[in-house]
C-alpha cells in the first residue's frame, strides 16, 4: 500500500482542481506510474495532473515519456470518438425497430468528467426495453447464435467495438435482494427510456438510477473479477454531478442489498479522492473500504493483473468456477449474503441458459 501513496496522492490532483501539488511527486517515478495507470485505466485522467503541474516545482518527465503519455492519451481520444459514433448508430436503430433504450455506463459516465475523453472506452452497453424472451428473440432473428447471460446478449462486433444488448441492467446473486433490484429498475425505467441528451443523440440514465446501477455493477465486478481505479473515477465524477440533486437513501440501499458496498466505495472516495463526506450516500466503512482499495492496487482494472490463484485467468470453464469460488471464500466474511448466495446462482444461471 505505501508503494502507491504517491500515485493516490497525485490522483487526488488530478481530479481536485482546488488541491495543491502533493510533495510527494517530487518522490514518482513517472515511468512506473504510466505503467500503474495503464493497468487501472486512468491514464487520461493521470495525464490531465501532468497538465497541470507546473514545471518549475522540481518535478520533471524525460520527452520519452512525456510522448508516451501523449500518445496513449490521443489513442483513447479517437476511440472514445469513433465509439460515441457508434453509440447513436446503435441507439438510433433500436429506436427504428420499436425499442426505447438507453446507454449504461460508457460514454455516459465519460460525460460527466470535466473532458469526456479522458475516459478510457470500453464496450457499448445499451439497456434495451422489452424483457429478456422479447430482446432476446429480436437479436435471434437478425442473427442467431449470440451469447445469452442473464443479464444480457451479445450483439454484432462494429469495427472491434463489441455491443452487449442489456434486458435487466445488472443482479444480485441473493434472489430477495436481486428481485428488489430489479423492481427498482422496472419503477425508475420510463424516465431514464425517457432522459433523451439532445447534443448527444441518445438516452441516458437518470442520475438516481446511475447512483444505485453503478454500484450494483461494481459489486457484481468486485465479487466475480475485480474493480479498478476507473470505476471509482467514475463513481466520484458522478457524485459531484449531483451535488444539488436528492440522494438515494441509505435505507434503499440496504433495502436493495447495497449497503456494504456502498459504505466501502464511501471511504475510498473520502480516503483517497478527498470526497466530502456530505455528498456520499452513506457513512464510510473503513473495514470494507481497505479491502476494496487493496483489490484495487492488487488487481487492476476488472482484475487483470491480479497475481493471486483468485485472479488468475484460465481459459477453462472448469477454472473460471474454481476462480469464482476463491473469490466467494476470499470475500465472505465482508460481504456474506452475495458469496454464500453466488455458488448458488451460478447453478441456477447454468439451467437458466439452458431454457434460454
Not at 26 to 33: A, R, V
Not at 47 to 69: F, P, S
Not at 215 to 235: A, M, N, P, Q, T
Request: hydrophobic share 35%; proline share 4%; glycine share 6%.
Amino acid at each position: 500500500m505505501e508503494k502507491y501513496g504517491p500515485y493516490l496522492e497525485f490522483l487526488r490532483y488530478c481530479v481536485d482542481d482546488t488541491v495543491a501539488l502533493p510533495a510527494s511527486a517530487k518522490e514518482i517515478d513517472w515511468s512506473e506510474l504510466y505503467q500503474f495507470a495503464r493497468k487501472q485505466a486512468v491514464e487520461a485522467v493521470y495525464w490531465r495532473g501532468i497538465e497541470r503541474m507546473d514545471r518549475e516545482n522540481g518535478v520533471k518527465l524525460t520527452d520519452v515519456e512525456v510522448l508516451a503519455w501523449m500518445a496513449r492519451v490521443r489513442k483513447i481520444e479517437r476511440r472514445s470518438k469513433k465509439i460515441s459514433e457508434k453509440v447513436r448508430w446503435v441507439w438510433e436503430n433500436f429506436k427504428k425497430e420499436g425499442f426505447r433504450s438507453c446507454l449504461l455506463k460508457g460514454q455516459g459516465n465519460a460525460l460527466l468528467y470535466p473532458q469526456p475523453n479522458m475516459r478510457p472506452p470500453g464496450d457499448i452497453d445499451i439497456w434495451v426495453e422489452g424483457g429478456d424472451k422479447k430482446v432476446i428473440a429480436y437479436v435471434d432473428s437478425l442473427k442467431p447464435g449470440f451469447k445469452r447471460v442473464y443479464h444480457h446478449i451479445d450483439f454484432f462486433n462494429f469495427d472491434k467495438i463489441s455491443v452487449e444488448v442489456h434486458y435487466r441492467p445488472s443482479w444480485m446473486s441473493s434472489p430477495i435482494h436481486n428481485k428488489r433490484l430489479q423492481r427498482w429498475f422496472l419503477d425508475h425505467s420510463d424516465a431514464c427510456f425517457s432522459n433523451f441528451i439532445e447534443h448527444e443523440g441518445y438516452c441516458l440514465p437518470t442520475y438516481e438510477f446511475n447512483t444505485v446501477y453503478l454500484l450494483s455493477h461494481i459489486y457484481s465486478h468486485l465479487l466475480r473479477e475485480g474493480v479498478g481505479l476507473r470505476h471509482i473515477v467514475d463513481y466520484y465524477y458522478l457524485l459531484l454531478s449531483g451535488k444539488d440533486k436528492p440522494k438515494v437513501e441509505e435505507r434503499t440501499l440496504r433495502y436493495l442489498g447495497l449497503r456494504k458496498i456502498t459504505g466501502a466505495m464511501s471511504w475510498v472516495l473520502h480516503e483517497v479522492l478527498g470526497m466530502d463526506k456530505a455528498q456520499l450516500l452513506c457513512p464510510p466503512d473503513k473495514k470494507r473500504g481497505k479491502l476494496l482499495l487493496n483489490e484495487i492496487l492488487r488487481g487492476g482494472n476488472l482484475g487483470k493483473h491480479d497475481d493471486r490463484a483468485m485472479g488468475g485467468k484460465g481459459s477453462s470453464h472448469a477454472s473460471h468456477n474454481v476462480r469464482i469460488t476463491y473469490r466467494d471464500i476470499h470475500l465472505l466474511r465482508y460481504f456474506p449474503s452475495e458469496c454464500l448466495w453466488e455458488p448458488w446462482f451460478r447453478i441456477w444461471h447454468y439451467f437458466w441458459r439452458k431454457r434460454h
